[in-house]
Nanobody, 125 residues
Framework: EVQLAESGGGLVQPGGSLRLSCAAS????????IGWFRQGPGMTREGKSI??????????YYADSVKGRFNVSYDNAKNTVYLQMNNLKPEDTAVYYC????????????????WGQGTQVTVSS
């Protein structure tokens, strides 16, 4: 089964950028959909993905809250999915998780068993 590991989080000022990585092991990301989720301070993890990518078709999904600011991409040579986050806002502060499944809708709605451990993103001046 696939194992996921996020990296790339950190502290950034409002308006700044970060790129998160989600690396796979145990399987390739080929034919998987990979989604990004977040859990804000003192909150439960959001049930719906903020961004998803089907590595086979290239189909993507973005929540309204990140549309136009975040971009998801896939490097099959590195078996890694990236989330480029631009124009970050304080409300983007959260632990970011990646998840994977072979069914696009399953990932969008978070109904998958394959999750990473998360990486902290803090947006603050």
């Amino acid at each position: 089964e696939v194992q996921l590991a996020e990296s790339g989080g950190g502290l950034v000022q409002p308006g700044g950028s970060l790129r998160l990585s989600c690396a796979a092991s145990g399987d390739t990301f080929d034919s998987y959909t990979i989604g990004w989720f977040r859990q804000g301070p003192g909150m439960t993890r959001e049930g719906k993905s903020i961004s998803c990518l089907d590595s086979g078709s290239g189909r993507t999904y973005y929540a309204d809250s990140v549309k136009g600011r975040f971009n998801v991409s896939y490097d099959n040579a590195k078996n890694t999915v990236y989330l480029q986050m631009n124009n970050l806002k304080p409300e983007d502060t959260a632990v970011y998780y990646c998840a994977a499944d072979r069914i696009f809708h399953t990932v969008v709605t978070g109904n998958t068993d394959y999750w990473g451990q998360g990486t902290q993103v803090t947006v603050s001046s």
